[in-house]
């Protein structure tokens, strides 16, 4: 099968769309229920954290600081955010001659647990020591362990010390309940333990738990979750009274249960609905909202460089320019997706636009594989004077429509260049966790990343970022890529403060990037849902989970 005859292929392949029946499922307008794709195996908000996980928790469990739709840094669970500016954030000089940092925070007056129990600084000193913790293994969005010790000034004041300068000082994650997670913690040192007996897994509807505006109250493995008010919230109130998260095994299903009334919003990929299918039924049914923006959520291949094909550079840059993402989401996104040439879109300020594109180039990607000693053989697959076979394994999630069908055309289009794919779909679980954080992948694995204005390219780049056992398995750096010259563009990019060193380093970030393409970029997510009609304050965002905000949507 040719390229684009997969592409046509692709397009019959999402669903015949009924124009009928307008019924929603919720005459009840305090009520809302919300599509999802993949049901969380693992509920713990700070350890193996990826998107689709941060689009679920963040009802009930809220982070100190979040980039709202402005791209403003707002407090969440805090009074103020501190700047150099305002005095809350200082630098200061270490005993050994570095420089430091002094960030100073007050929580909300009144915020509470769901359990009532006050949320106080020390939560903030229990979470700070749990992420320092090499046993453990914390997120790394916003990581605690960027802070080695806590000043408690108060029972709502307390002071992060940072032994680094950072411009994400003011940026930090979820904060856990010491009064339940403390004993647990106490009696599981190793994060294996810790997972398997932390309340988050083994009774997360304990209202203690969470900090939001809502609550977990029921939890139905593989079928649904619901929150509802945390009585405790001290702020605004949530105007809905119910939001149900209900779960299907495909993205076809979602979309026919939202047609017929079923559930009320659905996220379009990751974790929901392909975009090819938010198209169609935007063609069909103009009742419905779809509300959309354009997104900084990478869709990416990370490589696996100790597979010696793939660690000559040569193989990598044909392995991009062998694809045809233009072609890509032209035909599954109508154009609306951004391909991506490095880590950042290339209508961001930072972007590098001296660094080299590698657009689609058959010719060219056939000579450089000719450079690398690669030659076609007899079934047109290549192979080198050894006898090795260019063959390599893509692995992504299975269910989710839009990526399934970008690994076939992905087969399709490398296949013109000699190069042949073969195309696993895995389980969320498995792929999440032996197969990415493991590295138990010989060639390619597809999921995606993003990189807020406070989230350091590190945790995929870094070469102190690759998942080990000797790290609990934390970082992004699927791909085991290690270079000097990326750390030290790393490094400096981790103490600019001022907007022209941060461009600076960025752009060496993307110089580098280009240079040794240690994952193949794809194209950039929008940020997109589809809803029942009057449903209002649903605020697309960009870098943090729009459920931060939940507690402003309402229907009309």
């Known amino acids: 099968m040719n390229t684009f005859l997969a592409l046509a292929v692709m397009s019959v392949m999402g669903i015949t769309v009924s124009a009928s029946t307008h019924v929603y499922a919720q005459p009840d307008k305090k009520q809302l229920v919300v599509g999802q794709l993949q049901f969380l195996t693992n509920f713990h908000p700070l350890i193996q954290v990826n998107n689709t996980k941060r689009l679920q928790i963040n ?43 002094r960030v100073q925070f007050a929580l909300k007056k009144n915020l509470a647990w769901g359990d009532g129990k006050p949320v106080t600084s020390k939560d903030v000193a229990f979470t700070l020591k749990m992420a320092n913790d090499p ?131 659905v996220p379009v990929s990751p974790g929901g609905i392909s975009f090819g299918q938010m198209l169609d039924v935007r063609k069909q049914r103009a009742d419905l909202n779809f509300q959309t923006t354009a997104g900084t959520n990478l869709e990416r291949i990370a490589l696996n460089l100790d597979n010696p094909i793939i660690a000559d550079v040569r193989v990598r840059k044909a392995l991009l320019m062998g694809i045809n993402r233009e072609a890509i989401t032209q035909a599954l996104f109508d154009g609306q997706q951004t391909v991506a040439h490095s880590l950042l879109s290339d209508t961001n300020p930072l972007f590098n636009q001296a660094i080299p594109r590698h657009g689609h180039d058959s010719d060219a990607a056939m ?28 692995t992504t999630t299975a269910g989710n429509q839009t990526r399934e069908q970008i690994a076939l055309v992905i087969q399709d289009q490398l296949k013109q260049i000699c190069i042949e794919v073969k195309p696993r779909f895995l389980p969320l679980q498995k792929y999440n966790g032996e197969v990415s954080r493991h590295r138990e992948f010989t060639g390619m694995i597809m999921s995606s990343i993003r990189f807020s204005p406070s989230t350091s390219p ?88 729009l459920m931060i905000w939940s507690k402003n949507w309402y229907r009309e």
């Open 135 to 265: 046993n453990i293994g914390f997120s790394e969005f916003n990581p605690w362990v960027r802070a080695k010790s806590i000043e408690i000034v108060d029972e709502r004041t307390f002071v992060l010390i940072l032994p680094k300068v950072t411009p994400g000082f003011a940026s930090w994650d979820q904060i856990l309940p010491e009064h339940l997670e403390g004993p647990i913690y106490s009696a599981n040192g190793t994060s294996e333990s810790y997972v398997k007996q932390t309340l988050y897994n083994t009774d997360p509807t304990n209202p203690g738990l969470w900090n939001g505006p809502f609550v977990l109250s029921e939890y139905r493995t593989g079928t649904r979750i619901t929150w509802t008010p945390n009585a405790y919230w001290p702020g605004e109130k949530p105007k809905l009274e119910k939001i149900t998260l209900t779960y299907r095994n495909n993205s076809s299903a979602l979309i026919q249960n939202l047609l017929s009334g079923e559930i009320d919003a």
């Open 59 to 101: 009802y009930g469990l809220l982070p100190l600081t979040a980039f709202n739709w402005n791209a403003d840094n707002e407090c969440i669970l805090c009074e103020e955010v501190p700047t150099l500016e305002n005095g809350l954030a200082k630098i200061v000089a270490n005993a050994d001659g570095t420089q430091g940092m």
């Open 367 to 394: 000579k450089l594989l000719s450079d690398a000693g690669w030659s076609p053989a007899k079934d047109g697959i290549c192979t080198n004077k050894k006898g090795d076979r260019l063959a390599i394994d893509l």
């Open 458 to 545: 590190r945790i995929a780049l870094g070469s102190d970022r690759i998942p080990s056992e000797g790290n609990s398995w934390v970082g992004n750096n699927f791909s085991g890529y290690s270079s000097a010259k990326m750390d030290g563009a790393l490094d400096k990019f981790q103490s600019a403060l001022s907007a022209e060193e941060k461009k600076s380093a960025w752009a060496d970030i993307q110089a580098t990037f280009a240079e040794d393409l240690p994952m193949l970029p794809l194209y950039f997510y929008s940020e997109a849902y589809v809803t029942v009609p009057g449903l209002k304050g649903f605020e697309q965002n960009t870098f943090d989970p």
